[in-house]
């Protein structure tokens, strides 16, 4: 079993930055895929990015691609997300996510992951 907690969520205004963080329970994080996705009011969760379980492989959705970033540190049980240049289309709740079958391969779809954070949201202005 693994616990996930996010924080760093809050509100920004358009072109401003972000950094989430995702703190893992367990002593086998580093075994783990490690996924962000959001979900918007009246909106499917959607893929935000992923990261293999040693972080040489990252993936992200075409939305984010250059301006967000993914990393781990193992050390600390923990995944980032840096978003910078937001968007208010970026508005949403945030949620991470650890897939136990992760640590070579990359997933977007949420299904395929088996445990998940309470979220942190993300409100951005224009």
């Known amino acids: 079993q693994v616990q996930l907690v996010e924080s760093g969520g809050g509100l920004v205004q358009a072109g401003g930055s972000l950094r989430l963080s995702c703190a893992a329970s367990?002593?086998?994080?580093?075994?783990?895929?490690m996924g962000w996705f959001r979900q918007a009011p009246g909106k499917e969760r959607e893929f935000v990015a992923a990261?293999?379980?040693?972080?040489?492989?990252?993936l992200y959705a075409d939305s984010v691609k250059g301006r967000f970033t993914i990393s781990r540190d193992n050390a600390k049980n923990t995944v980032y997300l840096q978003m910078n240049s937001l968007k208010p289309e970026d508005t949403a709740v945030y949620y991470c996510?650890?897939?136990?079958?992760?640590?070579?391969?990359?997933?977007?779809?949420?299904?395929?992951?088996?445990?998940w954070g309470q979220g942190t949201q993300v409100t951005v202005s224009s």
């Open positions: 996510a650890a897939d136990p079958t992760g640590y070579w391969v990359l997933r977007r779809i949420p299904r395929e992951y088996d445990f």
């Open positions: 367990g002593r086998t994080f580093s075994s783990y895929g």
């Open positions: 990261i293999t379980g040693r972080g040489r492989t990252t």
